[in-house]
């Protein structure tokens, strides 16, 4: 049996990595962001997907050959939803401060997590969020610094995709076993975006500074906060993690203060703050244990899909199989253990 003492510094480290990698991610961001003059928004978006589609088909050499059309189809689908999350995001702090940009993109899987909950409490937790979004617009109508509505757009559009790779990376893990479904997906997705930003992508190769730069941002915003992710899985329940997830607009903003320069005014931090408030209500709504609606199954519940701003849904595999848990710009395998199931079975992040 865990004891109380044992489990203390188990959830101390858990909190760590994650708090690390809501930071390596939100500074990988900062950095990528002085690549935009050089290379642009997609061009850099373009440079992080062929690298990391690189790395997972070399690494996973997925059977694709065998799939079918079904297969395809959901793959494809789930490519489009990594290339537009990540595409637009970029495109968006090419616009506007680092914390807002995210603050404005976790409406996608607030009001998703809302919907497919349809609990009262949730649809007030996204109250809450838009009301966060409208103190963001009447700070830019009121204050000098005002928001580019382009950029705020763009990042409208993130949240949006983020929403359907949410939906599509389940659906992916339904249909396609292991990680092959991902590591195909990532080629779609570079696929779909080079065409935009391929022309200024490979300005990069004739400078090995700006390669290194974007070899820096892509362990930042992708590696290390993977595999801080992952570890801290085994660490924290799934509730504990997602919460901590929900304050990653706060890191956000602070990493366009200390990297970006940009300044957050006190209207701007409330509007975060509405949005960390209203992450962490659903999450903690979509923790609470659900009343099984069918009487008459032997007091099992029906399978439900939790949603939160870090929880996305968990296909649960077949003995010995890996299940594919979706990451914010990726997804990575988690094999479930017995430790897991007894209390810890976390779900990463978009």
Known sequence: MTTRTDASPRLGGGVALVVGSCFSLQFGAAIATHLFPLLGAWGV?????LMGAAILLIAVRPRMLGWSWPQWRAVILFGAALAGMNGFFYASIDRIPLGAAVAVEFLGPLVLAAVLSRRA?????VGVALAGMCILGLESFLTADSLDPLGVLFALIAGAFWAGYVLSSAHVGQAVPGTGGLAAAMGVA??????IGASSAVQAFADWRILLLAAVTGLLASVIPYTLELAALRKLPRNVFSI???????????????????????LR????????????????????PRKPRDAGAAGQEPPVVELGTGVLPVIEPEDGEESVLGIRTGALPVVRSEEDDAGDAGTPRR
Not at 121 to 125: N, R
Not at 246 to 261: D, K, R, V
Request: glycine share 6%; hydrophobic share 60%.
């Open 45 to 49: 978006t373009s440079l992080r997907m």
């Open 121 to 125: 409490v949730d649809y007030a937790m």
């Open 190 to 195: 570079t696929v779909m975006v080079l065409p």
């Open 244 to 266: 901590l997830l929900s304050l990653e607009p706060a890191i956000a903003a602070l990493a366009g203060w200390l990297l970006l320069s940009q300044t957050t005014g006190l």
């Open 269 to 288: 931090w409330v509007a975060i703050a509405l949005v960390i408030v209203a992450s962490v209500g659903i999450t903690a709504s979509s923790s609470r």
